[in-house]
């Protein structure tokens, strides 16, 4: 049978990204420290417009290069945000679209979880000692960002290297939030993140993240849509999210390697089961699992909001925390 394929997709930020992933062939690189999954084909456009049919050319383009079909898609898996309301709605939309026609399941990662994972990856081919707090931003507009917190675990008793043998993972301590540009360092001060730990904090550029880094570490990166994927295995999620975090890795091989078309497509149809009995429910890989995370309402609803109330505080400042 044709090996088949996982399809990843962004577009929560400036930049709209696809790729498509397959299982690395030998059992032993899946059981090393390197990565799970071979990037086969990646696209992206920066600015785009249109996105649900950037996202669904993008799918074409690649498909075309390596000669492969939609039916040879597996799983999906989908930046849920935050970012801006109208990416991560298309996206969001465009791979549960996508799972439905196609009968496979879909996953949602969000894309905070994506910019950690790649500063945790890069830390570690890198050979380095692995920051502390890992800090991934994504720009919220009007002068704010989107972040979390991930702080490492895996420590020694010293608590500045991973015992021999025992990897750096990060777990996420605190919900997404939202704060201004100029009051991030202030916003970690309220989250504990104190400045005596070595903080790198990552963003698509350092003027999204104000001027008052001090004693901070900054890495630039965009959003890399592979990243959904491709170092999750190093993040640990909170309790109850479903197949995220290094949760991730184990749930999609097992649905690629041990299940027929009939069977990956099981969470789907039990899904669409459920809902017409029980109404909405959560299944993994089901759509309807596939939540976005906005963290503060779209600038529509603010804006309404302020013709019913001028006076009405603007929603998202200092610290203000999203969904889970």
Same mark, same amino acid.
């Given at each position: 049978?044709?090996?088949?394929?996982?399809?990843?997709?962004?577009?929560?930020?400036?930049?709209?990204?696809?790729?498509?992933?397959?299982?690395?062939?030998?059992?032993?690189?899946?059981?090393?420290?390197?990565?799970?999954?071979?990037?086969?084909?990646? @696209?992206?456009?920066?600015? *785009?417009? $249109?996105?649900?049919?950037?996202?669904?050319?993008?799918?074409?383009?690649?498909?075309?290069?390596? +000669?492969?079909?939609?039916?040879?898609? +597996?799983?999906?898996?989908?930046?849920?945000?935050?970012?801006?309301?109208?990416?991560?709605?298309?996206?969001?939309?465009? $791979?549960?679209?996508?799972?439905?026609?196609?009968?496979?399941?879909?996953?949602?990662?969000?894309?905070?979880?994506?910019?950690?994972?790649?500063?945790?990856?890069?830390?570690?081919?890198?050979?380095?000692?692995?920051?502390?707090?890992?800090?991934?931003?994504?720009?919220?507009?009007?002068?704010?960002?989107?972040?979390?917190?991930?702080?490492?675990?895996? @420590?020694?008793?010293?608590?500045?290297?991973?015992?021999?043998?025992?990897?750096?993972?990060?777990?996420?301590?605190?919900?997404?939030?939202?704060? *201004?540009?100029?009051?991030?360092?202030?916003?970690?001060?309220?989250?504990?993140?104190?400045?005596?730990?070595?903080?790198?904090?990552?963003?698509?550029?350092?003027?999204?993240?104000?001027?008052?880094?001090?004693?901070?570490?900054?890495?630039?990166?965009?959003?890399?849509?592979?990243?959904?994927?491709?170092?999750?295995?190093?993040?640990?999620?909170?309790?109850?999210? $479903?197949?995220?975090?290094?949760?991730?890795?184990?749930?999609?091989?097992?649905?690629?390697?041990?299940?027929?078309?009939?069977?990956?497509?099981?969470?789907?149809?039990? $899904?669409?089961?459920?809902?017409?009995?029980? +109404?909405?429910?959560?299944?993994?890989?089901?759509?309807?699992?596939?939540?976005?995370?906005?963290?503060?309402?779209?600038?529509?609803?603010?804006?309404?909001? /302020?013709? /019913?109330?001028?006076?009405?505080?603007?929603? *998202? +400042?200092?610290?203000?925390?999203?969904?889970?």
């Amino acid at each position: 049978m044709t090996e088949r394929l996982v399809l990843t997709l962004d577009g929560s930020t400036r930049v709209c990204g696809a790729a498509l992933l397959r299982p690395r062939p030998c059992e032993e690189c899946r059981t090393a420290e390197a990565d799970h999954w071979e990037t086969v084909a990646r @696209r992206s456009e920066t600015d *785009g417009h $249109g996105q649900s049919r950037v996202l669904l050319q993008m799918l074409d383009d690649m498909l075309r290069e390596l +000669g492969r079909e939609p039916r040879d898609l +597996g799983a999906i898996v989908v930046g849920t945000g935050p970012g801006t309301f109208t990416g991560v709605r298309i996206t969001v939309a465009t $791979g549960r679209a996508l799972s439905l026609a196609l009968k496979i399941p879909v996953l949602g990662v969000s894309t905070l979880a994506a910019v950690a994972a790649g500063a945790a990856a890069a830390s570690r081919e890198a050979g380095s000692q692995p920051p502390d707090v890992i800090v991934p931003t994504v720009d919220a507009r009007r002068s704010q960002v989107f972040l979390g917190i991930y702080e490492a675990v895996g @420590r020694n008793a010293a608590g500045d290297q991973p015992d021999e043998g025992v990897r750096c993972e990060y777990s996420r301590t605190a919900p997404y939030l939202v704060c *201004g540009r100029d009051t991030l360092r202030a916003t970690l001060a309220d989250s504990g993140v104190g400045s005596e730990r070595r903080v790198l904090i990552v963003a698509e550029h350092r003027d999204l993240i104000g001027a008052d880094l001090k004693g901070l570490e900054f890495s630039r990166t965009a959003v890399e849509p592979e990243r959904l994927l491709m170092g999750q295995e190093l993040l640990r999620e909170p309790a109850g999210a $479903g197949p995220q975090g290094r949760e991730l890795n184990p749930w999609l091989l097992s649905s690629l390697e041990t299940g027929s078309t009939a069977e990956r497509a099981g969470a789907v149809a039990e $899904g669409e089961a459920m809902r017409s009995t029980a +109404g909405p429910v959560a299944v993994a890989g089901a759509p309807e699992a596939v939540i976005p995370i906005y963290v503060r309402p779209p600038d529509a609803d603010i804006h309404i909001t /302020k013709m /019913k109330d001028p006076w009405a505080e603007i929603v *998202g +400042g200092r610290g203000r925390s999203g969904r889970e």
